[in-house]
């Protein structure tokens, strides 16, 4: 195993030196040297094992032993996605196909005036120095390998901008399909969103893999909240049982203004999401929700960051899991507070309701508090199925299983009542009652 | 329609029920009254399915059924309702919706088509005048956050709903003022009917004032020790317990 470890770090790396071997004059590019920084990171940190605390409860092992053709060429039609029962909206819907942006299947109806979209390599090849402005400023401290292979390997995903004063009609729908019909697949989406101030908009990203070969995405998120803007921020994952997700956004917001992210797992073999929100800003507010359904053998960690760096700030947190089978779960949420930050409220909220004997649930609030003037509350619970109330409702007339779904549903509600994206809320209802009945 | 022959049952190995026998007629009201750990709520939870207790012996035939085979969700839907002593509350299931779910899964077990959403609604609102429950409650989670009063009345509100042929009230006036009292005894009795029976499990004979009983039986030990009118629960009031443990204990 140890050996198969180093193939696939080795592998990458050398992979690397050969693709950079062949840029003609654009590897002494500023957009480069980051790349190339964060190579070095990623060499000299290693894939993480479980003696690296933030991985503590998550063994990569199994994702790293296999081998993945990244950024594989696919003959995926419109017809193929069918397959996968993708809703029809009203929306901004852009496809990446193994990583590759698609124009065929994407379908963009917000005009220019109240946000640019297009993919990062186009965004590049017009304004380098914009894109390079805003590529790995928000992720350049993380100390995670898997962030630094996405900074290394960064070749396409969205660049959206939103001007000042401008909110956007539809909804921005970023959909990731892994085509893993006949070969492992691998891709790192490196997508970057600048919203400007008071700018308001709603954006999705959506994973999902067609075919049972292996999949591996790796993909990493900027988001830049301008004063005053709003951001409303889901993530929904919905792939296979082959399918290896590690996913981390990060967020700056300054003042003013309010961000929203939902993130729901709803099926995958492995998942890591990573979420940081740097509340770098007076009287702003971050909301974190979150919501995971693992079965079988299926493992589903969140880990999130909310650092409040300056005064006045809110941030309020409640994620929701329902394990079942020998499925395992993680939760840790850290809340900093830096010594500038009087009178932060922060709340933080992980409960889990654990239906299987072989099913485990690590959960883990890490409060760092700097200041002295400040509100912050955090509380896990893991618990089973109320039989009280299953009793209460079977007494009325109400079967068993019938019971079983309506208490977990009634668990899900609250998170799933905070997607503000009609056609994404009815969708995950949909899927969720489907789940819940099985 | 109720016929308990020689009922035994224990929880966690210790015997409650210790032969239990009682026969109910449509359209009586039974009170059943006793000292607190006699086991009169043990008796509604094991006729209302609750798991914990072990049935240990004897049978309980319900309309010509082996009530005691049947899951808890088909003795409701066979026509027996429990109002329960402490109501579960329920986040995130509106009253209406788990009443309607209820509903529905009672006609299924019938093979009765379900109630569209018009012909619900139009039955609730009626029952709901029936028992004074306002409206803004049945749209708020289930219990969640209601009044001892209120949740009590919803257990009542529920009964009128669901029409069971036998209703089992466990201590429905523990925690009650007098005027929740009255309007929750209000609401049980216009519920009846000559089809229908009801037992009356309490410690005190208040609530027996409104909901007047026709048989009055002293569970003491795990046993009706004593049997009567309705003039026993006023004999019970005044006197209290004491006397009929002393019976007991002279006797055995």
Not at chain 1, 304 to 320: C, F, I
Not at chain 2, 152 to 164: D, G
């Amino acid at each position: 195993m140890i050996t198969e470890t180093i193939d696939l770090k080795t592998k990458l790396i050398s992979d690397f030196h050969a693709r950079e071997a062949v840029m003609n004059g654009e590897a002494s590019s500023e957009f480069h040297q980051k790349k190339r920084a964060a190579l070095a990171q990623f060499e000299r940190l290693g894939f993480p094992s479980l003696k690296n605390e933030e991985w503590k409860y998550s063994n990569v092992k199994d994702l790293i032993s296999a081998s993945y053709q990244f950024n594989a060429a696919s003959s995926i039609a419109l017809s193929d996605l069918e397959d996968l029962k993708i809703p029809e909206q009203e929306a901004n819907i852009i496809y990446f196909i193994n990583g590759h942006y698609s124009s065929e299947l994407s379908r963009l109806i917000s005009p220019e005036s109240e946000i640019t979209i297009s993919s990062l390599s186009e965004a590049y090849k017009k304004d380098p120095a914009l894109v390079n402005s805003y590529f790995n400023e928000l992720t350049k401290e993380d100390q995670d390998a898997f962030t630094s292979l996405n900074t290394a390997f960064t070749q396409d995903g969205i660049f959206i901008n939103v001007p000042d004063n401008r909110t956007v009609t539809h909804p921005v729908i970023l959909r990731f399909v892994s085509d893993a019909r006949s070969q492992n697949v691998g891709s790192q989406p490196r997508n970057i969103i600048h919203v400007g101030r008071n700018a308001h908009v709603k954006l999705a990203e959506a994973f999902r893999t067609l075919g049972s070969e292996r999949s591996f995405t790796n993909s990493v998120t900027e988001i830049y909240v301008g004063e005053e803007a709003g951001v409303e921020y889901y993530k929904v994952q919905n792939e296979s049982e082959n399918a290896y997700h590690i996913g981390t956004t990060h967020v700056r917001m300054l003042d003013r203004s309010h961000f929203y992210a939902g993130t729901v797992t709803l099926n995958g073999r492995f998942t890591r999401n990573n979420l940081n929100i740097v509340l770098d800003g007076e009287r702003c507010d971050a909301h974190m929700y979150g919501l995971y359904f693992p079965d079988g053998t299926q493992h589903v960690d969140n880990h999130t960051v909310a650092d409040h760096r300056k005064p006045n700030s809110e941030s309020n947190e409640l994620y929701k899991g329902i394990l079942r089978d020998k499925s395992k779960g993680v939760f840790n949420g850290k809340i900093f507070v830096r010594p500038d930050a009087q009178k932060t409220n922060a709340f933080q909220s992980c409960k889990n309701i654990v239906l299987s004997p072989d099913a485990t649930m690590n959960t883990k609030p890490q409060l760092e508090i700097f200041a002295d003037d400040v509100k912050c509350s955090h509380g896990t619970t893991t618990g089973q199925i109320d039989e009280e109330a299953l009793f209460y409702m079977r007494s009325r007339g109400i079967s068993r299983p019938e019971a079983m779904a309506l208490l977990m549903y009634a668990f899900c509600a609250d998170v799933v009542s905070q997607i503000k994206i009609d056609s994404i809320r009815t969708y995950l209802e949909e899927v969720i009652a489907a789940k819940l009945a099985s | 329609m109720l016929s308990i022959n020689d009922l035994r049952a224990s929880v966690e190995g210790k015997e409650i029920l210790k032969g239990i026998n009682l026969e109910v007629k449509p359209g009586e009201v039974h009170a059943i009254m006793g000292p607190n750990g006699s086991g009169k709520s043990t008796l509604a939870s094991v006729l209302a399915g609750r798991e914990e207790y072990e049935v240990t012996g004897g049978s309980v035939v319900f309309d010509g059924k082996q009530l005691l085979e049947l899951a808890p969700e088909e003795r409701a839907a066979e026509g027996i309702f429990l109002a329960f002593q402490y109501p579960v509350e329920i986040p995130g299931v509106t009253t209406i919706n788990f009443l309607k779910t209820a509903v529905n899964e009672i006609r299924k077990y019938r093979g009765e088509n379900p109630l569209d959403a018009a012909q619900f609604l139009k039955m609730v609102r009626e029952k709901a005048k029936l028992v004074s429950m306002n409206d803004s409650l049945l749209k708020r989670a289930l219990n969640e956050g209601f009044s001892g009063g209120e949740k009590k009345r919803n257990e009542v509100f529920q009964m009128a709903v669901l029409e069971p042929k036998l209703a089992i009230l466990d201590e429905t006036d523990s925690g009650l003022d007098i005027d929740a009292l009255r309007i929750v005894a209000e609401g049980v009795n216009s519920l009846r009917s000559p089809e229908r029976a009801t037992i009356v499990v309490t410690h005190y004979q208040r609530l027996l004032d409104y909901i007047v009983p026709d048989f009055v039986h002293v569970l003491y030990k795990g046993r009706i020790v004593k049997s009567g009118p309705k003039e026993l629960a006023f004999e019970l009031e005044e006197k209290g317990y004491d006397w009929i443990k002393a019976e007991v204990e002279a006797v055995s």
